[in-house]
């Protein structure tokens, strides 16, 4: 694999660069959230974004999602600057998440909270629905083939008809995976994933995260579980205080020693309690 | 030491409110019945509740009718409620939007009417009452776009305010016929076809009154039947387009929207486009319904408008069970026949419907009919309840 | 124009009168929705009983206008310790009556406020009806005094005369405007302080601000929540005795129109701030007088309402900011 640049400048992205923060800065009042920030998300690989809590790895996906807007600085999607675009019209273009505190549709099925995901790319307007147009009736089957295949893929397949908030907190978590897959994303953010489970869930979360990438989509993921993000991620990217700190692949960013004084003290405490 | 912190009152409050909800009769059950039942049943029952409905007025069955007021004009504003409410359960039962000042549109549409029908130009009612509906969903769209991004609580007062500035703009300007009102509003035409008897009651004891007809299809002052029946058909055609909206991405959007907005935005659901569409839709229904109103009056003023229209609207809506239209629709049946029924107690009518009002909030919180979801979710809650309560015992 | 510059002295000061009792009203408004996210929709019938009771004061009394000074005063103090009494009770009934349940269920807020609704007209029409409720009892001759002509206008006369204090320009401040204001502020100041000082005032402000973590820190949550009612229903009681003492005359649906205007007030100053509604009040009473001195007075519901529009577009939580947790200096 080969090494790039971790200053690099937007002159030094690659072609097979998917996503690219360059030189991104967020100021809220006088606290500085990201400071000066870039790394790039390549096309295909799983990215591991790994820092102690509060190092701005959230306020990472927010920037790169239109929730907020750099101060300074640049975010660019398969080479296009995201500018101004709205969080919706973000997630159409192919980036989708999912929520460190599970944000599902509550009181909408299973299956309906997938849906709304597949929706994202359909056009179906009023006159559509009241006329049940081809169109109409196009989305939706097409909408509800890709739910339930993604539920399939997430092992939800027999959930589809519960109300979210009666999935167990396992289901929960990989329903969010399933919806935001619905969208058809290129590039798929997951926030902390593996939050609350044990071992043996986590293997199998491993796995899928796995799958998923090789269904052909780009992973980037937060994570606090060390062994997990070292055990999935073709390369890390650490941040600290807002700033990135190191980057490469796991071994090497395991043995960095900037990486273990920010983040090894805090790190032995959340692998026990996990 | 955990124990200790946590109030005892915590656990205490839930019980009792298990407790009630299991009191609670099992509403799903007639439901199920109903479903098992092959679709030729089914389809012949819907039939025989529609010809019944359609009936109502020349049934004037006992203890249902009105001694008091036409029994026909009753039912007439009965559905211009089902109406209304249908439309704020749009806005407020799938897309979560608190709209306290819906009687604007109400008002928009039948002032559209009159103005247009009657004051300033004299339109043909066939023009008069898409003009009406397309003026409303303008000024749907024209109060929503500005106020869509407030939060929520704040559309609240807005939505108020809009209301009031309607009611406010039509008794101060000579233009709209300030406080005088507008008279000779044009009702719909007529077509004469044939004359229907009505059944007139002795006790429980029905007989044909061959001299009390109702002639079909005239849109007269004495006889109410028709502005009922076409009211009627107007729920029906909104019915089933709320349910075609329901059963689509715009009604999923709708839903998400209302469950979280953020989440729903970063799944690619424009929420503010779908929020403007939805107040539109509202005002859409709300502008059809007041142009109704205003076409069998004939006569409207501003203090048919009052705010307080818009507060049994939203009473309608939530007491029926915002979000599922049937309760929607029983709800507005309620709140609209309840005060007309009893016209008798006259004076005493409001104080009741308040108490009416606060015991249907406190002892059925959820609605008269809760929508789908509620309900399950309930099921649910109440076995775990029952679970949980099985483990303490043993 | 011209007539707004002509007379803007006498339309600031009675400005801020009617934005003093705003003000006061608002309190009612913002504490309940600071503490609950509630919109207290029966707020303003608290206040309408605790204009009725002031008013019964002075009937029982038997007091006409024009005795003597410290009579007066003896007798508005009166007058203000039941408006106070009553309205505080009522809303302290609210909470229990309409409120407590719903809570205990976590039902939704919008139930919640169907709920005060209902509570509002009850109360409302029960005013409006309560020669019809003396006759049931058989007790009309011994209250007739205090409920007659219930469904018209029920006249206060004020026991102290109106004096001019002072001349601004063309306009002679009264002393009824004086202690209007002056009063309407010290309310304020000394709400303000039992909020940040007292220890009731914390829980209201723990409760404001996470009510859950409050609870786990021993805050009793059920009584902060009757605090914050009982608070609110006696600031709206003294508002509804300042309000007599200029308007001069209740009714049983008066309520309504003042509640709204009163919320309004409070989502302008930025609703769950304490001083935010007294600010609010000020400049809804300034804004409806001014402008209906240029517009024309059938036009004041109007202006008061289109403010209220701007500002949430412009500055959506209000002028203040929200923020009765957060109530620093």
Redesign the interface.
Known sequence: MPETPTDGGPGTSTSSALLSLENVSLQFGGLKALDDVSFEVREGEILGLIGPNGAGKTTCFNVM?G?YHPTSGLVRFAGEPLGNR???AI??LGI??T?QNI??????TAL?NV???A????R???I???L?TPR?RR??RE?EQTAREVMRFMGLERRSDE?A??LSYGEQRRLEIA??MA?KPKLLCLDEPAAGFNPAEKAQLMNLIRRVRDSGLTVLLIEHDMGLVMGVSDRVTVLEFGRKIAEGVPADVRDDPAVIAAYLGTEADTEETA | MTDKTTPAGATAARKPAAAQKRRGWDRGALGRRLGALPTPVKVLLMALLVLLLYALPLLDLPILSTPDTDFGAVLFTVASYVLVALGLNVVLGYAGLLDLGYVGFYAVGAYTVAVLGSFQAQLSWWMLIPLAVIITTISGVLLGAPTLRVRGDYLAIVTLGFGEIIRLTALNSAWLGEARGITKIPRPPSLELFEIPNLSWDGFTAFVDLDNTTKFLVFGVADQAPYYWLALTLIFLVLGADRMLRLSRIGRAWEATREDEDAAELMGVPTFRFKLLAFATGAFIGGLSGALFASRQGFINPISFPLLLSILFLAAVVVGGAGNRWGVILGAAVVAYLPERFRGFEEWRLLVFGLALLLLANFRPQGLLPPRRTRRVQAVEEELDALEEGTARA | MSFLLNNIVELTVTGLVLGAVYGLVALGYTLVYGVLQLINFAHSEVWMYGSFAAVWVTVALGVAPGGPVLTAIGVLLLALLAAMTVSGGIALLLERVAYRRLLRLEAPKLVALISAIGASFFLAELMGLRDRVVDFFGLRDALDPFVRSARDNTRFLNPLETQGLFSIGRYTVSNVDVIIIVGAILMMVGLDQFIRRTRTGRGIRAVAQDSEAAALMGVNRDRVIRATFLVGGVMAGAAALLYLMRFGVTRWDAGFLLGVKAFTAAVLGGIGNVRGALLGGFVLGLAENYGSALVGSQWRDVVAFLLLVVILLFRPTGLLGESLGRARA
């Open positions: 999602t929730v709205k969080r919706f997630t159409r989708a998440r929520f944000r599902l549709f509550p009181n909408m309906e849906l709304v995901g929706d994202a790319h359909h179906t307007n009023v559509d629905a009241l049940r109409h989305e939706e909408g109300l908030r009666n919806r935001a969208t």
